[in-house]
């Protein structure tokens, strides 16, 4: 799977990237501008999903085209006025429908976010009790911490507040900060709700000196907010973020984050019950969760969660041999063969599926926890 999101990702690269150089070179340097920090959005999600040896380079790559396409805008302003559809845009109004049941494993970690979810809603506690209400959430990617947080939003049926940190610092560049501070505001008045800040390294990209004007306003701007609603005991708002790169980000950003979770890549249980999950319904011969549990070591439940539709695929494409062949229009009256899945169906799958983490990747996670930052 790592392999085809990779490649889909450099071709769209290359098609920004070319769109971009288009513009520029016919002298329309201000449409140029957003291909180059779409490119710039592209390149930090294939670091993601690279091993450490390209991770870095296509981060400075990142780097290097959202300032060619801030520079660009800069004398040529890009603006966009944040209508309310900017906002609407960035918010997930309907509740989410992820559930704790949908998680599979990750057993203590789920009681602990709860119980930080819900104590700052408890109505009668001791003064002296209090809970961080800005939670991260760090860990290989595919753990499930975007699940984490709708099941947040689920449970105490609360308004979800979602904010892709890059599509700040992209498609509503210049206007970033309005959006953060009319984010918390919604949120303040909605309350109790949830704030998710997913991807919340890709705008703090560096602890360095040489971090972007653009940037560091988003930071800012997020630091005073989230420094306004701390300061205010009784407000009902959480604030969740993750990250898959905790190194990565703002010494300042993460001091607001006392509570710091690390979401790791399931254990074997969690594995086993990660499969059961996502092979509900279907009949097992030949195999069983258990073992499927057993030789998945290593694995997310992203990749687990694939493997499974995989093996699914291919009993139904023997099953269906000529299934390609059926009239679209009939597809209404149409019933697939089925039979339980096999050994063999797994193999096939596990043979497609790269592992995203390695165990480098993971000690540097234990590390980065371990230094209690
Ligand atoms: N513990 C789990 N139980 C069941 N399914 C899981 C679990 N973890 C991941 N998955 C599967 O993987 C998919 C991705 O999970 P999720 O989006 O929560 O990962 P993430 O940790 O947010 O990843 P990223 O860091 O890449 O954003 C889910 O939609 C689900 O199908
Ligand atoms: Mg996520």
Known sequence: MGELRENILKQELQKEIEIAKKLEASGKSKQAGPHYRKAAIIYRRLAYISR?????????????????????????????????????????REKPDVTWEDIGGLGEIKDEIKESMMIPLVGNKPAYVESSRNILLYGP?????????????????????????????????????????????????????????????SIILSRSSDINEGTRRVIGQMLTEIDGFSADKTRKVIIIAATNRPWDLDEALLSRFQKKIYVPLPDQKSREMIFELHLKGAELDSITEESLGRISEGFSGREISVISREAIMNMIREMNPDFHDVNPKT??????????LKKEDFDNAFSKIKKVTDKETIEKYKEWGDQGL
């Open 52 to 92: 450490k040896e390209n991770a870095d380079k296509f981060f400075n790559n990142a780097s290097e085209y959202e300032a060619k396409g801030m520079t660009i805008s800069t004398t040529t302003p890009y603006t966009r006025a944040v209508d309310d559809d900017a906002i609407k845009n960035m918010i997930v």
């Open 141 to 201: 990617p595919g753990t499930g911490k975007t699940m984490i947080a709708k099941a947040c939003s689920n449970m105490l049926d609360a308004p979800f507040f979602e904010v892709k940190a890059s599509s700040l610092l992209s498609k509503y560049f210049g206007e970033s900060e309005k959006i953060i501070a009319r984010l918390f505001m919604e949120a303040a008045e909605k309350q109790p709700s949830i704030i998710f800040i997913d991807e919340i390294d």
């Open 331 to 340: 597809l209404e009256k149409c019933t697939l063969k089925e039979r339980p």
